[in-house]
């Protein structure tokens, strides 16, 4: 019988540590699957944040780095500028990316550096215990805003991608979510055309992925997806943002 | 060979330039300025990058990034730029990278002003960011000197995989003195199979990284950086004595006060008083080891900073309590003067003798 579908060679054996029913597992697959899709997987460095996704060093199966926090960019920025011809991508969350490290993107981006960053936005601080991000929406219950997010003193849900867009630097700008088997699939060819578009060296590409954290939203998987869909896209609604004049 | 007109910020420039230096990240801040507008002209001259990051914090980050890549890299800052870096320098000790990092003093605490001052000896020689490191602190006192210190800076970095600081002030970065410079070498990098370039034609991935999240894995991890730090202590004490002939008092000085020390050791000789001088070229590790051999026949010694006194704590250890260790020092960017360290010394030698 042939294999038709089996774990990708760019992810390494090690069982993730990521809680049930998160889709930090899922959005990893799609970028270890287009590493390998490209022919890319033994010329790329990837940098690693800090956050739940502290440990992807341990899952994708390239040279990594691991950052400190929020300065994944800069990171990358060092490493592509050394090494010009190499792949290099940055794997950051909300916290790392949106707070501690708004400058280090937006600076990147600007320079158009030729890098992909993938943006997990699942509008919670996980690996710490729950906090707002600044992705947070509104109203909605953290463990540092127990009463809900309120404008009027955690300020608004930042919206990155849209940010990100009107940087000159930045040539591919694009938001999915991994809550259903069709947005999978569109979050694969988003992340692919990214690379796609690093490997040819017009600019900065940028991925935002919605995802969910069942733990520390208190719901059960398949509720954590239904969320998903009815709260976090009408605030970060999907589609490309940005795409090269010519590819 | 032809000496030229040379700045001693543009030495540090030009010194990692020789050492195969191809990649420069910073920030602007003064008094170091001249150094990365060296460098933005003379990188794209060799096939070089110089790239002037969004905060120091980045640009140290950035070093991280291209030290990982297995580049030689240099970052250059001022004392408050150096601050913002530290938490960099730290994850650069604990993944165990190469890299040189400059800082041209200036006066602090905070703000501070930008007049030449020594009073980040503490943060240089003490580890600087959290976690118990070390890294090798240079301190050269000529423009010639910043030439071949940055030089060894990249030879140790790559020699212990690890940051290496070379600390300089305003008067050394701003002037011009002669200097030897010669063909740019050739330089062979030596090789750095742990590097993160991409796993082609190696079995094993490379992963650099300071987590370790087990306490066991950790404390080995520590371990095996102290015994680095160990080695450095026995292999790389660097020092220049100083008419130490006879000398009963010891002044013991680094940087461009040393400069000032030699001519309060002239005048003082000149008098008749046996003075004479231990300049540490290497504030980490400390070279104790003259310290501790004049400390057998001085009778006194005389610490001159630019500084509330931090490196006098050094001395006083290798002295061991052995013989009186005095202080001269100005804050705040004062320059001293050898009217005034020579009032001083004739003082400390009327009680010694």
């Not at chain 1, 990316?97 to 936005?121: D, K, M, P, Q």
Request: with cysteine.
């Amino acid at each position: 019988m042939a294999v038709s579908l089996k774990r990708t060679e760019g992810l390494t054996d090690k069982p993730f540590h990521y809680c049930p029913g998160c889709t930090h597992g899922v959005i990893h697959r799609l970028v270890a699957e287009t590493l390998v899709e490209l022919g890319v997987l033994e010329r790329t460095v990837g940098i690693c944040p800090v956050g739940c996704a502290v440990f992807a060093y341990d899952y994708f199966n390239c040279d990594m780095i691991e950052a400190a926090h929020g300065r994944a960019p800069a990171v990358a920025t060092g490493v592509k500028r050394a090494l010009p011809d190499r792949v290099v991508f940055t794997y950051q969350g909300d916290g790392d990316l949106a707070a501690i490290g708004t400058a280090e993107i937006i600076h990147a981006a600007s320079r158009g550096e030729r890098i992909t960053t993938i943006f997990v936005n699942n509008a919670v601080y996980g690996m710490t215990g729950g906090q707002m991000a600044p992705t947070t929406l509104l109203g909605q219950k953290t463990t540092t805003t127990p009463f809900g997010r309120r404008a009027a003193d955690a300020g608004f849900p930042l919206k990155v991608a849209e940010m990100l867009s009107v940087v000159e630097g930045s040539v591919y700008v694009s938001r999915v979510a991994v809550n259903s088997p069709k947005n999978i699939l569109r979050a694969k060819k988003a992340v692919r055309r990214a690379f796609e578009i690093q490997v040819q060296g017009l600019g900065f590409t940028f991925v935002e992925v919605l995802s969910t954290c069942p733990t520390n939203w208190g719901l059960s998987p398949p509720e954590a997806m239904r969320w998903l869909e009815k709260n976090m896209i009408p605030v970060y609604p999907l589609g490309e943002f940005k795409v090269p004049e010519v590819e | 060979m032809d000496k030229i007109l040379m700045k001693g910020n543009e030495a540090f420039g030009e010194g990692a330039v020789r050492a195969g230096c191809r990649l420069f990240f910073g920030y602007p801040i003064t008094p170091q300025s001249e150094l990365p507008h060296y460098l933005a002209r003379r990188l794209p001259e060799v096939g070089g990058v110089y790239l002037q990051a969004e905060s120091e914090v980045a640009a140290i980050n950035m070093v991280y990034g291209a030290a990982a890549a297995g580049a030689r890299v240099m970052t250059s800052s001022s004392s408050p730029g150096i601050s913002l870096m530290q938490e960099g320098i730290s994850y650069i000790a604990g993944a165990e990278l190469p890299a040189v990092i400059i800082n041209i003093m200036r006066g602090g605490p905070g703000l501070g002003n930008i007049a030449p001052s020594q009073s980040d000896y503490f943060q240089a020689v003490k580890g600087g960011g959290h976690g118990d490191y070390k890294l090798p602190v240079l301190a050269p006192s000529s423009v010639q000197e910043i030439i071949d210190l940055v030089g060894l800076a990249f030879e140790l970095a790559d020699k212990y995989r690890n940051p290496v600081m070379v600390v300089g002030d305003g008067v050394l970065g701003q002037m011009m003195e002669p200097v030897k410079l010669g063909p740019v070498p050739e330089v062979v990098l030596p090789p750095k199979a742990w590097a993160t370039t991409g796993t082609a034609g190696r079995r094993t991935r490379n992963i650099i990284n300071s987590l370790y999240i087990e306490p066991e894995e950790l404390e080995k991890v520590n371990l095996r950086l102290q015994a680095k730090y160990r080695e450095m202590e026995r292999e790389e004490k660097r020092w220049e004595e100083y008419r130490l002939d006879g000398a009963a008092l010891i002044l013991v000085s680094f940087g461009m006060v040393a400069r000032i020390a030699k001519a309060v050791v002239d005048k003082l000789r000149a008098a008749g008083i046996p003075a004479g001088l231990i300049r540490p070229i290497t504030l980490y590790p400390f070279p104790d080891i003259p310290l501790t051999t004049a400390a057998e026949t001085a009778k006194a010694f005389l610490v001159v900073e630019m500084n509330a006194g931090q490196m006098v704590e050094d001395v006083r250890l290798a002295v061991s309590s052995r013989r009186p260790v005095h202080f001269h020092g100005r804050t705040g960017g004062m320059l001293t003067t050898v009217a005034e360290v020579t009032a001083t010394a004739r003082e400390i030698w009327e009680v010694a003798e």
